[in-house]
């Protein structure tokens, strides 16, 4: 519902080149308390004035020398882009009052004026613009929410798994207990932690341990994003990734290096502005589970033993380095210069011959 001071404080303009029919409808809408009450006496001055301050009610003259009412609600067509003219016409004509209402009017008031009639027909139509406003201004504001949740939902999750679990109408309730899971056959799984990052920590404040951690998984962001690698998520200090997920990709394992080499740059570059950090990068290839579990905070996530064979990699590697498995080793020919490091002792798998990535060749293709 619309509040009485509401429509009494809203905007009406009067037009009519009788002088004396805009002072009878002055006095008729003051008297009944309306506060904001304009007129003009020139037709072609009512589009302009209009745009200026956005009427909530025109009482408009249908038969005016040089310019008629039908002619000034075109104009107002202009202005009013969603098809609702607040024009309430005013004829001594009664074949005028259909085609004024074809002609976008709201409603039509007979003249000589009635008193009640005038009153009534303004209220009715003040209280219907504002109404219409008022669920205009909350259907724009649903469809900028609607938008907002949208990017969220995008921004935590991959593109294609967002517009999946969009498209399910359970997601709306409680009653979402259905999974999202895919397999892939192969992928790469890039896990990148800060060295000495506990130790870090302890030697500065909350502020400048999150402003580090921001700065530096951004850039690992951008990286991700220019290499074509999904972002998986950060652990405290650690970051995850994957190439070849949720869109199948050929060359996943070139993307995962790249970036892995990237990523060393970008801590380097960081640390010129007088830190000095350091990370361990792990690789390892082979097929996963990926897809999203649970009730509520949805995650995109990974299971296979390529995750925690990655995981391994970086702990078990060197600072400063990338250390990879054969599978991944063996996906890697040019532009990519490979250090064979040979057996190591890992945790839940035993003895594994490793390798490092030095770098690139002559051969490589420059981040874009």
């Given at each position: 519902m619309?509040?009485?001071a509401?429509i009494?404080?809203?905007r ?7 002088k004396?029919?805009i002072?009878?409808?002055?006095r008729?809408?003051l008297?009944a ?5 304009k007129?003009?006496m020139?037709?072609s ?6 745009r200026?301050?956005?009427?909530d009610?025109?009482l ?9 009412g039908f002619?000034v609600?075109e ?12 024009v309430?016409v005013?004829?001594?004509q009664p ?14 008031v ?16 003040l209280e ?10 909350l259907y ?6 609607q938008?907002m949740?949208?990017?969220l ?15 399910r109408?359970?997601v709306a ?22 060295v000495g ?8 404040g909350?502020?400048?341990?999150v402003?580090v951690?921001?700065?530096?998984f951004?850039r ?6 220019r ?6 998520k950060?652990?405290?200090?650690c ?7 949720p869109?199948p ?16 740059d970008?801590?380097?570059?960081f640390n010129?502005?007088?830190?000095g950090?350091?990370?361990?990068i792990?690789?390892d ?12 905070k ?7 033993d ?7 990699m970086?702990?078990n ?14 996906r ?5 210069s ?7 002792d890992?945790k ?5 011959t ?10 490589a293709?420059?981040?874009l």
């Amino acid at each position: 519902m619309i509040a009485a001071a509401e429509i009494l404080s809203a905007r009406i303009l009067i037009v009519d080149d009788k002088k004396s029919n805009i002072q009878l409808l002055q006095r008729m809408l003051l008297s009944a308390g309306y506060i904001c009450v304009k007129a003009t006496m020139d037709p072609s001055e009512v589009k302009a004035l209009h745009r200026a301050h956005r009427y909530d009610l025109i009482l408009l003259d249908l038969q005016m020398p040089g310019m008629d009412g039908f002619a000034v609600m075109e104009d107002l067509k202009e202005l009013e882009t969603d098809g609702y003219l607040p024009v309430l016409v005013l004829t001594a004509q009664p074949d005028h009052k259909l085609r004024a209402l074809n002609a976008g009017a709201r409603d039509f008031v007979s003249k000589p004026f009635d008193l009640t009639e005038v009153l009534l027909r303004v209220h009715n139509l003040l209280e219907v613009r504002l109404l219409h406003l008022k669920t205009k201004a909350l259907y724009e504001q649903v469809v900028v929410e609607q938008k907002m949740s949208e990017r969220l939902l995008r921004n935590v999750l991959p593109y294609s798994i967002a517009v999946r679990l969009k498209g399910r109408p359970e997601v709306a309730g409680d009653g979402f207990t259905d999974i999202i899971a895919d397999g892939f056959p192969e992928v790469t799984v890039l896990f990148a932690d800060i060295v000495g990052f506990t130790k870090f920590s302890q030697s500065v404040g909350a502020e400048v341990l999150v402003g580090v951690l921001n700065d530096l998984f951004s850039r690992f962001d951008r990286i991700a994003d220019r290499r074509g690698l999904e972002k998986i998520k950060t652990i405290g200090d650690c970051y995850m990734a994957a190439a070849g997920l949720p869109i199948p990709a050929a060359d996943h394992a070139a993307r995962a290096a790249d970036a892995a080499l990237d990523m060393l740059d970008a801590v380097a570059a960081f640390n010129a502005g007088g830190r000095g950090l350091n990370i361990r990068i792990g690789l390892d290839t082979g097929p996963v589970v990926a897809g999203v579990i649970g009730r509520s905070k949805f995650l995109y996530d990974l299971w296979g033993d390529a995750v925690n064979t990655a995981s391994r990699m970086e702990s078990n590697g060197v600072p400063g380095r990338v250390q990879m498995t054969e599978a991944t080793r063996g996906r890697l020919t040019e532009p990519f210069s490979c250090e064979k490091r040979g057996l190591i002792d890992v945790k839940g798998k035993g003895p594994m011959t490793t390798w490092f990535l030095n770098g690139r060749t002559a051969m490589a293709v420059p981040a874009l």
